[in-house]
C-alpha cells in the first residue's frame, strides 16, 4: 500500500509538473495551433487529477466538454484566422516583464499566504464518495433552478455567438 | 486525500498564474482566450479540492464546477465569434491594434 | 338763457376737421379741403341764426363746472351778447370765404391738407376764444391761435426767413401772454372769478366791498399787455410784417381778419375792468396812437405788397385801440369788423397778385389793372374802404373812431389820428397805382387771372367791405353803436359834419397826391425821399425797432447764452465727460484685471488640469491588457497591505 501510495503521489506530482510545463507552452509559444495543443494537454493532465480527487465525473465531463467541444471550436478559429501567415511575428506585447515581475510577486505572497493558512481537513470530507447518482439527484434537486438558468444562458450565449459570428447580410447586398 | 491540500493549492495557484501571464502578455486573441480557459481551470481544481477536504455536501464542488465549465464554453463560444467578427472588419486579431477606446 | 342748438358744436366742428385732417390727410389729399370748408360753412349755418337772435334782443350764456379749485369752481361755457355775437358773425363768415379762397391758392402744395388742418384748429381757437365765457378758456383758445399762427407762418420751413418769421412771431407774442395771464390771474386774486359775467356785475356793482383800484389797474394794465402782443400793438409790433412769410390765405385769416383782431376783442371784453382801472385807459390810448402812427408812417416806404398791409393792418389795429382807450367800444368794435373785411379782402387780392405774377415786389408790378381785372376792382373797393371814402364800411367806422377823439375833447389824438388817415389814403393808393396802374415795369413778369375759386370769395368780401358798415352809419341811425353801448352803457356822440368832412378831406387829399405822385410826377417821390432823407430812412427801416432790439435785447441775451453755454460745456460737460472719462478709465482697469487675474485664474484652471492631465491620461492607453495589469498590480498591493497585517 505504502508503495502504491508512494506511487500514485510521485505519479500526481509528475502530472502537475507536466500540466504546469503545457501550461507555460500555452502561453509562451508563438505558434497558436501549438499552444491549442498545449492546452488540451493541461486539460487532459487537469481531468487526470481530478480522478486523482475522487471526481470521475467531472473528469469525463472535462474531457468531453473542453478537449471534444471547446478545443475543436478554438483550433477552427485558429484556422479561421491564422492564415494571416508570417509566424515571426511577435506574440507578446511590451508589458510583458512588469507582468512577470507583478504575477511573481503575487504567486509568492499567495503562495506563503497559502502555506500559512491552517485549512480545516475534515476526516469525513475525505473518505466519501461521490456517486455519479447523487450528483445527479444534487444538480436535479438543490440546484436545480441553477441549472436551468445556466442552460437559458448557455443557448443565449450560443444563439448570441451565431448572430455575431455571421456575415452581416446587409453588407454582401447589391448595393 | 493523497497529497495535501496545500500543494494542489498551491498547483492551481501557479496554473492559475500561468494563465494570467497569458492573458496579460499575449497579442492574439485566441491565445488570451486559451489563457483564460487555463485560469478557469485552475479556479475549477480549488473547487474540487476544496470540496473534497470540507464537510460540506461533497457534490457541491463538483456541481459548481460543472457550471463553470458550462460558463467556460459558452464564453469560449462568444468569445470566438467576436474574434471572429472583429478579424472580418479590422482584418486583425492582436490586441494591441484595436485600441481605439483611448485618449 | 340756454341756445337752442349745443353752441359747443361751432368750435368743435372745424376741430373734428384738424382731427381727420391732421391724422388721415395724406390719404384724404385734396378732399381735405372740402372737409375744412364744410365744416367751416356748418359752423358759419349754425352762427348766424344765433347772432341774428342776439342781434334781436336775445342773450345766451351757459356754463357747466369743469373742476373746483378749492371754494372756487372753475366754469367752461359760453357767452353770446352782443359783443361775441358780433365777432362771431365775422369770424364764421370771413373765415370761411378765406378757406373757399384758400382751396384755389394753395392748390398743388406738397402740404395740402396740413395747412387745412392747421386752418381749422386755428378756426376752432378763434371760435372758442369768441364765445368763451371766462379768461381760463379764453387764454388757452388764445394760446392755441399763436400755436396755429406759429405753425402756419412758418408754413414754409424750408425757407429760413419763414422759419425765422415764426419764432420771431412766436416769441414776442409770448411776451404778451405772459402779461395777460399774469393779468388775469391778479384779477382773479382781487375779485376772485373769471367769468366775465359776473366780473362785469362784480365791477359794475361796487360798493357792497370797496375794490382795490391798484390791483384792478394792476390786472388790467397786464391784460392789456396780452392785446399789445396779439394784436402787434407798438412795443411788440414787429412780429407780424415777418409773419407775412406766411402763405397769404393765412395772413389774411390769422394776421389781418381775426386773431390780431383778437387783442382788440380781449380788451372789448374787458371793457368794464378797463373802465374801473382809469390809470390804465390813457396808456391804452397812447399806445394805440403811437401804434397807428407809426405803422402808417413805415407803410409809406415799403416796398413788399404784403409787408404794406402788415403795416397798415398795424396801424388799423391801433386806431381800434385808440378807440378803446377813449372808452368808445362801439367804435372800436365797429372798425374791428369793417376792418377784417377789407383788410382780409385786401390781402386775398394781394395773395391772387402774387398768384398771378409770382412777385411780391411792388416795384415789379404795374398795369396789372388790364390783366387781372376781378383782383383789381375789388382791391380798389377794399382801399377805398380803408381810406375812408363815403358810404363804404371804412368811413362809417373811421369816422366813428375820429368823432370818439373829437368829441371826447382829445384833440392832438384826433389831430394824430386824421394824419395818419391821409397817410393810410397816400400808402393804400400809392400801392393801387405802383400795382395795377402805369406801365409792366418787369418784362419777365407774366400776369393771369387768378381761378374762380378766388374771385368769388374776393367779390363775396368786396360785397360785405360796402355794405358791412351800413348798420353803424347815420342810415341805420347808427344801429350798432346803441347795440354795443346797450350793452355797456358807454357814452354816445352826436355825429360831427365837421369831423366827417376833415376825414373826407384827409382821405381825398392823401389819394390825390399818391395820384400825382405816382402816376403824373413820378421824379417827386425821389427828391422828397433825398431831401427828407433821415425821416424816409427811418420810415424805410421802420424806425431802426428790429435793430434796437436786435442790439438791446436779442444780442444781450445771446451774450448770457453763449455765457451758459460756457458754463455748460466747460463745466457740465466737463464734469459729464469726467464721469465718463473716469468710468472709462476704471472699466479699462477693471478690463485688465479680467484679462489678466480673471481670465488668468480661470485658463489657469483649465491649463492645469490639462497639464495633469497629460500624465493621468496616459492611463488611458485603449490597451485592455494594460488595464488588466495594473488590476494585478492593485491585487498585489491588497495582498502585501493584508500580509502586514497578519
Redesign the interface.
Known amino acids: 500500500m505504502e508503495i502504491l501510495?508512494l506511487f500514485?503521489?510521485i505519479g500526481?506530482?509528475a502530472t502537475?509538473a507536466l500540466?504546469?510545463v503545457f501550461?507555460?507552452g500555452?502561453?509562451a509559444l508563438r505558434n497558436?495551433f501549438h499552444?491549442?495543443l498545449c492546452?488540451a494537454a493541461?486539460?487532459i493532465g487537469?481531468a487526470m487529477?481530478?480522478v486523482?480527487?475522487?471526481?470521475e465525473?467531472?473528469a469525463a465531463?472535462?474531457i468531453l466538454?473542453?478537449v471534444g467541444?471547446?478545443m475543436t471550436?478554438?483550433i477552427f478559429?485558429?484556422m479561421?484566422?491564422e492564415h494571416?501567415g508570417g509566424k515571426t511575428i511577435?506574440?507578446?506585447?511590451r508589458?510583458?516583464p512588469a507582468?512577470?515581475i507583478g504575477?511573481?510577486g503575487?504567486?509568492v505572497l499567495?503562495?506563503t499566504l497559502?502555506?500559512k493558512t491552517p485549512?480545516?481537513?475534515?476526516a469525513?470530507?475525505?473518505d466519501?464518495?461521490?456517486s455519479v447518482m447523487?450528483?445527479g439527484k444534487?444538480?436535479m434537486g438543490t440546484?436545480a433552478f441553477?441549472?436551468e438558468v445556466?442552460s437559458v444562458?448557455?443557448i443565449a450565449?450560443?444563439i448570441?455567438?451565431?448572430v455575431?459570428?455571421k456575415?452581416d447580410v446587409s453588407e454582401k447586398g447589391p448595393s | 486525500?493523497?497529497?495535501p491540500?496545500?500543494?494542489?493549492?498551491?498547483?492551481s495557484?501557479?496554473?492559475f498564474?500561468?494563465?494570467?501571464?497569458?492573458?496579460?502578455?499575449?497579442?492574439?486573441i485566441?491565445?488570451?482566450?486559451?489563457?483564460i480557459?487555463?485560469m478557469l481551470?485552475a479556479a475549477?481544481?480549488n473547487l474540487?479540492?476544496f470540496?473534497?477536504?470540507?464537510?460540506?455536501?461533497?457534490?457541491?464542488g463538483?456541481?459548481f464546477?460543472?457550471?463553470v465549465?458550462?460558463?467556460?464554453?459558452?464564453?469560449?463560444?462568444?468569445g470566438?465569434?467576436?474574434?471572429?467578427?472583429l478579424?472580418?472588419v479590422r482584418k486583425t486579431?492582436y490586441?494591441?491594434e484595436v485600441?481605439?477606446?483611448?485618449? | 338763457m340756454v341756445a337752442p342748438i349745443p353752441v359747443a358744436l361751432i368750435p368743435l366742428l372745424p376741430f373734428a376737421a384738424f382731427a381727420v385732417n391732421i391724422l388721415a390727410g395724406r390719404w384724404l389729399k385734396h378732399r381735405a379741403a372740402w372737409l375744412s370748408v364744410a365744416t367751416s360753412t356748418l359752423a358759419c349755418a349754425l352762427a348766424i341764426p344765433l347772432c341774428w337772435q342776439v342781434f334781436r334782443g336775445a342773450h345766451f350764456a351757459h356754463q357747466a363746472t369743469w373742476l373746483m379749485l378749492g371754494e372756487v369752481p372753475l366754469q367752461f361755457g359760453y357767452l353770446l351778447d352782443p359783443l361775441s355775437s358780433t365777432l362771431l358773425f365775422m369770424v364764421t363768415i370771413v373765415g370761411t370765404l378765406i378757406q373757399v379762397y384758400a382751396m384755389g391758392y394753395m392748390r398743388g402744395d406738397p402740404r395740402y391738407s396740413r395747412f387745412f388742418a392747421y386752418v381749422s384748429l386755428f378756426m376752432a381757437a378763434m371760435l372758442t376764444v369768441v364765445i368763451s365765457n371766462n379768461y381760463l378758456l379764453f387764454f388757452m383758445a388764445w394760446e392755441i391761435m399763436g400755436l396755429c399762427s406759429y405753425l402756419l407762418i412758418g408754413f414754409y420751413f424750408e425757407k429760413d426767413s419763414a422759419a425765422n418769421a415764426c419764432k420771431k412771431a412766436f416769441l414776442t407774442t409770448r411776451v404778451g401772454d405772459i402779461g395777460f395771464l399774469i393779468g388775469f390771474l391778479t384779477l382773479f386774486a382781487a375779485i376772485g372769478t373769471l367769468n366775465f359775467s359776473e366780473m362785469n356785475s362784480i365791477i359794475s356793482g361796487a360798493g357792497a366791498t370797496p375794490l382795490n383800484t391798484t390791483l384792478l389797474s394792476f390786472a388790467a394794465f397786464f391784460i392789456f399787455c396780452g392785446t399789445i402782443g396779439k394784436s402787434a400793438q407798438f412795443p411788440l409790433h414787429v412780429w407780424l410784417p415777418d409773419a407775412m412769410e406766411g402763405p397769404t390765405p393765412v395772413s389774411a385769416l390769422i394776421h389781418a381778419a381775426t386773431m390780431v383782431a383778437a387783442g382788440v376783442f380781449l380788451v372789448a371784453r374787458s371793457f368794464t375792468l378797463f373802465a374801473a382801472a382809469p390809470n390804465v385807459l390813457p396808456v391804452v390810448t397812447a399806445i394805440g396812437t403811437i401804434t397807428a402812427f407809426g405803422a402808417a408812417f413805415i407803410a409809406l416806404t415799403q416796398h413788399d405788397i404784403k409787408r404794406v398791409l402788415a403795416y397798415s393792418t398795424i396801424s388799423q389795429l391801433g386806431y381800434m385801440v385808440t378807440a378803446l382807450g377813449l372808452s368808445g367800444l362801439g367804435a372800436g368794435t365797429f372798425h374791428l369788423i369793417t376792418h377784417a373785411f377789407f383788410k382780409a379782402l385786401l390781402f386775398l387780392g394781394a395773395g391772387s397778385v402774387i398768384h398771378g405774377t409770382h412777385v411780391q415786389d411792388i416795384r415789379e408790378m404795374g398795369g396789372l389793372f388790364k390783366k387781372m381785372p376781378s383782383t383789381a376792382v375789388t382791391f380798389i373797393i377794399a382801399s377805398l374802404a380803408l381810406a375812408g371814402i363815403p358810404p363804404l364800411s371804412g368811413f362809417w367806422s373811421k369816422d366813428e373812431i375820429l368823432l370818439t377823439a373829437f368829441a371826447s375833447g382829445h384833440t392832438f389824438v384826433f389831430g394824430v389820428l386824421l394824419l395818419t388817415a391821409f397817410m393810410t389814403a397816400f400808402y393804400m393808393f400809392r400801392l393801387i397805382f405802383l400795382t395795377f396802374f402805369g406801365e409792366a415795369r418787369n418784362p419777365k413778369v407774366h400776369a393771369h387771372e387768378s381761378p374762380a375759386l378766388m374771385t368769388l370769395p374776393l367779390w363775396a368780401l368786396a360785397v360785405g367791405s360796402v355794405v358791412i358798415g351800413i348798420p353803424g352809419s347815420p342810415f341805420m341811425h347808427h344801429w350798432f353803436q346803441k347795440f354795443m353801448a346797450h350793452a355797456s352803457h358807454y357814452p354816445e356822440y352826436e355825429p360831427s359834419l365837421f369831423v366827417m368832412a376833415c376825414s373826407i378831406a384827409a382821405a381825398v387829399a392823401g389819394i390825390l397826391l399818391a395820384g400825382v405822385v405816382y402816376l403824373k410826377q413820378k421824379h417827386w417821390a425821389e427828391n422828397t425821399a433825398k431831401a427828407f432823407r433821415p425821416l424816409y430812412l427811418l420810415s424805410f427801416n421802420k424806425f431802426y425797432i428790429d435793430e434796437l432790439y436786435s442790439a438791446y435785447i436779442v444780442k444781450p441775451f445771446h451774450a448770457i447764452g453763449r455765457i451758459l453755454f460756457g458754463f455748460d460745456e466747460t463745466v457740465v460737460d466737463g464734469a459729464v465727460n469726467g464721469t465718463g472719462y473716469a468710468t472709462m478709465l476704471l472699466s479699462r482697469i477693471k478690463n485688465w484685471i479680467d484679462i489678466h487675474i480673471v481670465d488668468g485664474f480661470v485658463n489657469f484652471t483649465g491649463a492645469f488640469a490639462y497639464f495633469l492631465n497629460s500624465f493621468t491620461?496616459?492611463l488611458?492607453?485603449?490597451?485592455?491588457?494594460n488595464y488588466?495589469?495594473i488590476v494585478?498590480a492593485a491585487v498585489l498591493a491588497f495582498l502585501i497591505f493584508e500580509l502586514k497585517s497578519i
Request: proline share 2%.
Open positions: 501510495e500514485s503521489k500526481i506530482y502537475m500540466v504546469l501550461a507555460l500555452v502561453v497558436l499552444c491549442a492546452l493541461v486539460l487537469t487529477i481530478y486523482a480527487l475522487h471526481a465525473f467531472l465531463v472535462q466538454v473542453y467541444a471547446v471550436l478554438v478559429v485558429i479561421l484566422t494571416l511577435r506574440q507578446t506585447n508589458q510583458s507582468a512577470i504575477l511573481s503575487i504567486v499567495l503562495g497559502l502555506m485549512w480545516p481537513v475534515t469525513k470530507a475525505l466519501a464518495k461521490v447523487s450528483l444534487a444538480l440546484y441553477p441549472f445556466i444562458i448557455l450565449c450560443l448570441g455567438a451565431i455575431i459570428a456575415k | 486525500m493523497i497529497i491540500l496545500q500543494h494542489i493549492l498551491i498547483f495557484l501557479l496554473l498564474a500561468t494563465g494570467l501571464y497569458g492573458v496579460l502578455v499575449r497579442r492574439n485566441i491565445g488570451i482566450l486559451i489563457s480557459e487555463l481551470n475549477n481544481l474540487i479540492a470540496s473534497k477536504s470540507t464537510s460540506l455536501a461533497p457534490e457541491t463538483q456541481i464546477a460543472i457550471f465549465i458550462a460558463i467556460a464554453a459558452t464564453a469560449a463560444a462568444v470566438l465569434a467576436i474574434v471572429l467578427a478579424y472580418r486579431v490586441t494591441d485600441n481605439l477606446l483611448k485618449w | 491620461k496616459r488611458q492607453t485603449g490597451f485592455i491588457q488588466l495589469l494585478v
